[in-house]
């Protein structure tokens, strides 16, 4: 039997998650806490294969292989024997500790416990269970299959022996790995989260249009997706929840939202996944 990985949270980062996995040869467990949820999540995966399948990047054989080797369940209990499990949960403090409270009681002494958390203090997280020297950043990047990026994110006991059987998973994965040590929003969103924020008060303060804003940074400074569109892919929640990280990991005003993100989460325009953010979809 291969190697187990546990996978908890089945929306788009852990079902992405799960299928790199699957697709490297593990048996994946998925647990989320509905029925419904998992069906979307295999459903997710199901379409995102079925495209390399139309670009003839895989064969249909290992399509039914892959999603073959991903077992759902609503129960904490299945991910006993995993050897790592990643957190995939909503970007919440209280929820996750919640989780790894759990694995901790659940899994083997010996499993890493991991969390793809995008801002969240991995240390904290550690410090919520028996064993801090098995706890881990892994943050995948969204679409996790096609993003080549994990950042690894060391707390302050995190062990060399957990760090380098997580750089080997990455490996395994297809990833690259790049290392930074537990700080609030790590690199890439304590990098990333001021830009998306300082484009919002640009849009609020009626500097420019939303397109303008989009497409002065796509032109001018040769990014993929402007800072807005990229905001609405994310999840303006989500982009809000960091930013309060920062804000009270750093208490430095340069990192407090900006009040129209914060009306548009009031009103759940939360971008791509409700039909409108910043834009209409």
């Given at each position: 039997m291969s190697e187990i990985i546990g996978v908890?949270?089945?929306?788009?980062?852990?079902?992405?998650?799960?299928?790199?996995?699957?697709?490297?040869?593990?048996?994946?467990?998925?647990?989320?806490?509905?029925?419904?949820?998992?069906?979307?999540?295999?459903?997710?995966?199901?379409?995102?294969?079925?495209?390399?399948?139309?670009k003839e990047r895989l064969?249909?054989?290992?399509?039914?292989?892959?999603?073959?080797?991903?077992?759902?369940?609503?129960?904490?209990?299945?991910?006993?024997?995993?050897?790592?499990?990643?957190?995939a949960v909503t970007e919440d403090l209280a929820v996750k500790t919640e989780v790894f409270k759990a694995l901790d009681r659940i899994t083997q002494p010996e499993t890493v416990l991991a969390s793809n958390t995008s801002s969240i203090s991995i240390t904290r997280l550690g410090a919520a269970t028996s064993r801090p020297d098995k706890v881990i950043g892994m943050h995948f990047m969204n679409p996790v299959p096609v993003m080549k990026l994990v950042e690894v994110i060391r707390g302050i006991a995190t062990s060399n022996e957990t760090y380098e059987k997580v750089r080997g998973l990455a490996d395994k994965l297809g990833k690259t790995a790049l290392d930074c040590n537990d700080s609030p929003g790590f690199v890439s969103n304590r990098v990333l989260m001021p830009m998306i924020n300082e484009a919002v008060f640009t849009l609020y303060e009626g500097v420019a249009t939303r397109e303008s804003i989009d497409g002065i940074m796509k032109l001018?400074?040769?990014?993929?997706?402007?800072?807005?569109?990229?905001?609405?892919?994310?999840?303006?929640?989500?982009?809000?929840?960091?930013?309060?990280?920062?804000?009270?990991?750093?208490?430095?005003?340069?990192?407090?939202?900006?009040?129209?993100?914060?009306?548009?989460?009031?009103?759940?325009?939360?971008?791509?996944?409700?039909?409108?953010?910043?834009?209409?979809?």
């Open positions: 908890i949270g089945s929306g788009t980062m852990g079902n992405g998650i799960a299928q790199v996995a699957a697709r490297a040869g593990y048996t994946v467990v998925m647990r989320d806490v509905s029925s419904e949820f998992l069906e979307r999540g295999i459903s997710a995966i199901d379409r995102s294969l079925q495209r390399d399948v139309d064969s249909t054989e290992e399509k039914q292989s892959i999603l073959g080797r991903i077992q759902t369940t609503t129960e904490l209990e299945e991910l006993r024997e995993a050897s790592l499990v990643i957190e001018g400074m040769n990014h993929p997706m402007g800072p807005l569109a990229l905001a609405d892919f994310i999840g303006l929640d989500v982009c809000l929840a960091i930013l309060n990280v920062l804000y009270d990991g750093f208490g430095d005003p340069k990192y407090r939202a900006c009040p129209l993100l914060k009306r548009y989460v009031d009103a759940g325009w939360l971008g791509r996944k409700t039909g409108r953010g910043f834009y209409e979809y």
